[in-house]
T-cell receptor, first 113, second 116 residues
Framework: AQSVTQPDIHITVSEGASLELRCNYS??????LFWYVQSPGQGLQLLLK??????LVQGIKGFEAEFKRSQSSFNLRKPSVHWSDAAEYFC???????????FGAGTRLFVKA | DADVTQTPRNRITKTGKRIMLECSQT?????MYWYRQDPGLGLRLIYY???????NKGEISDGYSVSRQAQAKFSLSLESAIPNQTALYFC???????????????FGEGSRLTVL
């Protein structure tokens, strides 16, 4: 069965520091992978997605993610975090046919001054 | 105006009451979804619909029902609300085109439901 694991429930980083949020998935075929961000009181917004091709994908707000098939991972990174990045981040995998999205439990990011 | 609109945004109700959450979209997407968000559990799929005549159960459909009144409208009902249905509910849409389906979801801002 498909599953998504985000090992870190919450992470605190200093403003200006680098960030890496971990995501591991379980899926039998080449997955479609997504990262979404949820700001307080808001719905989820797509940060970036991977379908095929280049394993390093760029997203909005300066985020990037790298697909590593051998590790079944799709970690999200940002070189320098801004206070406005404080939010909850969800990794997700979509099944073949693209109609069922499985979400991880989420990682809440806190940014300290 | 938001592309995916949910009403109400907040609702407090009592055990046993019937509740309806409504969702409308202006994106022209065929596919619509209802998710439930609980802390530490991420989002779980309640129901999804590929078009007006196609309704499917998700992983946690017990205690819920839905209606797809039109391509743009998808409502979620709790016939007899119970406290463990207290959660944040999201409506989402996605587009389907042969050969270009991405599975990307577009979310409303959520409806926070509290059942006392």
């Amino acid at each position: 069965a498909q599953s998504v694991t985000q090992p870190d429930i919450h992470i605190t980083v200093s403003e200006g520091a680098s960030l890496e949020l971990r995501c591991n998935y379980s899926y039998g075929a080449t997955p479609y992978l997504f990262w979404y961000v949820q700001s307080p009181g808001q719905g989820l917004q797509l940060l970036l997605k991977y379908f095929s091709g280049d394993t390093l994908v760029q997203g909005i707000k300066g985020f990037e993610a790298e697909f590593k098939r051998s590790q079944s991972s799709f970690n999200l990174r940002k070189p320098s975090v801004h206070w406005s990045d404080a939010a909850e981040y969800f990794c997700a995998v979509v099944n073949t046919g693209g109609f069922k999205t499985i979400f991880g439990a989420g990682t809440r990011l806190f940014v300290k001054a | 105006d938001a592309d995916v609109t949910q009403t109400p945004r907040n609702r407090i109700t009592k055990t046993g009451k019937r509740i309806m959450l409504e969702c409308s979209q202006t994106k022209g997407h065929d596919r619509m979804y209802w998710y439930r968000q609980d802390p530490g559990l991420g989002l779980r799929l309640i129901y999804y619909s590929f078009d007006v005549k196609d309704i499917n159960k998700g992983e946690i459909s017990d205690g819920y029902s839905v209606s797809r009144q039109a391509q743009a409208k998808f409502s979620l009902s709790l016939e007899s609300a119970i406290p463990n249905q207290t959660a944040l509910y999201f409506c989402a849409t996605s587009e389907w085109r042969t050969g270009t389906n991405t599975g990307e979801l577009f979310f409303g801002e959520g409806s926070r439901l509290t059942v006392l």
